[in-house]
């Protein structure tokens, strides 16, 4: 069985990306566009191996998404956070308790050696 990843992205073209990237490794993968979704999709289509997630999204950001994540559902899943550089917002996630910080623009190779890493079992 393939390992089952969870993708929040608002771009939908980085989304498309990543999405290819990791079916491309041999990964299965669930994507939503915000936080909310992202926690719906939790909820509704889990469990996951590891989630990968932005920062700066609408409706509910990926800092508010990781503490939720933290609290409320499996808090030993793997959240890896793909996002554009901003120091303040990197804090943020990291305090909240995102694993791995990769910066966009990201190297597909070097994604899936830490989707890799991380990823466990449900």
């Given at each position: 069985?393939?390992?089952?990843?969870?993708?929040?992205?608002?771009?939908?073209?980085?989304q498309?990306?990543?999405?290819?990237?990791l079916?491309?490794?041999?990964?299965?993968?669930?994507?939503?566009?915000?936080?909310?979704?992202?926690?719906?999709?939790?909820?509704?289509?889990?469990?996951?191996?590891?989630?990968?997630?932005?920062?700066?999204?609408?409706?509910?950001?990926?800092?508010?998404?990781?503490?939720?994540?933290?609290?409320?559902?499996?808090?030993?899943?793997?959240?890896?956070?793909?996002?554009?550089?901003?120091?303040?917002?990197?804090?943020?996630?990291?305090?909240?308790?995102?694993?791995?910080?990769?910066?966009?623009?990201?190297?597909?190779?070097?994604?899936?050696?830490?989707?890799?890493?991380?990823?466990?079992?449900?």
């Amino acid at each position: 069985m393939a390992a089952r990843i969870l993708v929040v992205e608002d771009s939908c073209e980085i989304q498309e990306i990543v999405r290819m990237t990791l079916e491309f490794g041999g990964y299965e993968v669930v994507c939503a566009g915000n936080g909310r979704e992202g926690l719906d999709a939790l909820q509704a289509q889990g469990p996951f191996h590891l989630v990968l997630t932005d920062l700066d999204m609408p409706v509910m950001n990926g800092v508010d998404f990781i503490r939720f994540c933290r609290a409320d559902h499996d808090a030993k899943i793997p959240i890896l956070v793909l996002t554009a550089e901003i120091p303040e917002l990197i804090e943020k996630a990291v305090a909240a308790g995102a694993n791995k910080v990769i910066p966009k623009p990201f190297e597909p190779i070097q994604l899936m050696g830490d989707i890799a890493r991380f990823a466990r079992n449900p």
